[in-house]
């Protein structure tokens, strides 16, 4: 009975030991070829993944928090030998080294971005096995340790491609998050208008649009800024790329390149051709640009001066710019490359056109002369009468600025009467922010109308002696010589008289 005892207390504590091992494994999962689902964090349609199965998870403990002490990895085998490769690029490897060996220095060198691409590029040379491409938010992938590269992007061209990502992905799945960088670019054209203007519209600020006159300097202003990435860039190509209208004659002697108060003017070529370029083929390698990061804006200023060809009025004389940029991290500054999308400035200037008229037949070899000041920037302009083939007589100028206009006759014909002064202003509406900035003519004043591309007036010089106002002081100037005269006449007279009778 005793031995019977025994034997049943034997049984029961080996039944509570093999039950407590059952309990001890139950957090145990084996992995080795189930399927886990990847889900892609700021995916957009258009955007490819490749994934890399680096190590396999052959088991996971779903109580631990270190990855260390979660899963259990074996090395991937199709891609061992592009993981040895990978590796010697970080650490030396020893050639007998085990799969525990490879996974303990993966586990403990692809822990930074920087060891991570310098990995990724010994890896991918070595001709891996890839997994799956990722074309979709969520996908189902063979549960691994991951590395991840974007092979397309989904966005516009202002995006940059994301750094590879090494990722875990167990039996719940993983998210990988895409880190895309963005670059943009602003043109702006400084405005020497009115210092009365309107907020937006004074002068040097720098608008989407602004009136000049032909001859004059025109300045204008490019701000690009750095993906967020940039850091993980070796080589950066950076290209500001300048689209003027035929209106637009681009001084190239007048480029100045800055970041804050940094002069990168030694950066970058400029190549004065159609598009103009400002360029460096690798940023990263100037040393006045050493201290960039991806916060600095790049900012080009330059001149170009408004030239005969300047279309006149609301047409005005577009300029538009891009900005070419590595959008690839790892491709480096050969590789693939970003464009952003244009951004536009106009550049407006506009017209008076004169018709002379006459009370009476006027000399052709002798017409008036007028000048046409621009009392907010000073500018004077010459104009002289001439017959038209129609007959009728013109004058006028093309390619002026907005502004206070006063027209003076400054020279008046034998026989005529200087017509007066014709005082008006073109101060036009125009876009201080805008995709396709446009312009509203204004022209206001009295003896000017509202042209299409501009102000019209018209002028009469009347013939013979005009007199002066009544009322005046040449009224009485001119009784006191007429009284003057009868005075005169009248002594004449009775003296003239006295001796015939004597």
């Known amino acids: 009975m005793k031995k019977l005892n025994k034997a049943i207390v034997a049984f029961g504590v080996s039944a509570a030991m093999l039950a407590t091992g059952f309990a001890g494994i139950s957090t145990a999962y084996a992995a080795t070829g189930e399927d886990a ?9 258009g955007d490819e993944l490749v994934g890399y199965r680096i190590l396999d998870i052959t088991s996971e403990n779903s109580g631990a928090t270190r990855d260390d002490d979660k899963f259990v990895y074996a090395v991937n085998a199709e891609n061992r030998s592009a993981l040895i490769a990978g590796l010697k690029k970080l650490v030396s490897v020893p050639d ?8 303990k220095l993966v586990l403990n060198n692809l822990t930074t971005s920087a ?3 310098t990995f990724a590029k010994a890896f991918k040379a ?7 491409t990722i074309t979709d938010e969520t996908t189902s992938v063979n549960q691994g340790y991951y590395l991840f590269e974007q092979t397309e992007l989904g966005k516009d061209d202002t995006y940059t491609k994301s750094k590879y990502l090494v990722v875990n992905v167990g039996k719940n799945g993983a998210t990988v998050t895409l880190k895309n960088g963005t670059v943009s670019l602003e043109k702006k054209v400084a405005d020497n208008g009115d210092p009365n203007a309107p907020e937006g519209q004074g002068e040097n600020e720098m608008n989407d649009s602004a009136d000049y006159a032909i001859g004059d300097t025109v300045p204008f202003q490019l701000t690009g800024t750095l993906p967020a990435e940039y850091d993980e860039y070796e080589t950066f190509y950076y290209s500001f790329n300048d689209t003027m209208s035929a209106g637009l004659t681009f001084k190239a002697d007048s480029v100045a ?11 970058f070529t400029v190549t004065a051709a159609t598009p103009i370029t400002i360029a460096t083929a690798n940023l990263k390698a100037c040393t006045a640009a050493a201290s960039l990061t991806a916060d600095s804006e790049i900012v080009v200023t330059y001149n170009a001066e408004l030239n005969d060809n300047a279309v006149i009025g609301t047409a005005g004389n577009p300029n538009t710019a891009n900005l070419t940029f590595s959008n690839n991290p790892y491709a480096q500054g050969t590789g693939d490359r970003g464009t952003t999308p244009d951004d536009k400035v106009v550049v407006f200037t506009w017209e008076f056109d004169g018709t002379k008229t006459f009370s009476i ?5 002798d017409l008036p002369v007028f000048q046409l000041t621009n009392n907010s920037t000073g500018a004077q302009y010459t104009l002289s009468v001439t017959k038209q083939p129609s007959g009728a007589y013109k004058f006028g100028v093309k390619g002026i600025d907005a502004g206070n206009y006063t027209l003076t006759e400054t020279y008046t014909p034998a026989g005529f009467n200087k017509a007066d002064d014709i005082t008006f202003d073109i101060k036009p509406t125009h ?7 446009t312009a509203a003519l204004v022209v206001t004043g009295d003896g000017v109308t509202q042209g299409t591309n501009g102000a019209l007036a018209t002028v009469l010089n009347e013939g013979g002696n005009k007199l002066p106002e009544t009322g005046g002081m040449g009224t009485v100037a001119l009784y006191t010589a007429g009284a003057a005269i009868v005075l005169f006449a009248g002594l004449g007279l009775t ?8």
Do not use: H, Q, W, Y
């Open 361 to 365: 037949d006027p000399n052709d070899a």
């Open 37 to 45: 689902t990847v889900t892609i964090s700021n995916f957009v349609a």
């Open 495 to 502: 003296l003239a008289m006295k001796r015939r009778n004597a």
């Open 126 to 132: 070595a001709s891996p096995t890839a997994g799956p």
């Open 257 to 267: 390149v800055k970041s804050g108060a940094t002069d990168l003017t030694e950066c």
């Open 115 to 117: 060891n991570v691409e």
């Open 431 to 437: 876009d201080v922010l805008a995709d396709e900035p």
């Open 96 to 103: 007998d080294a085990t799969d525990a060996d490879l996974i």
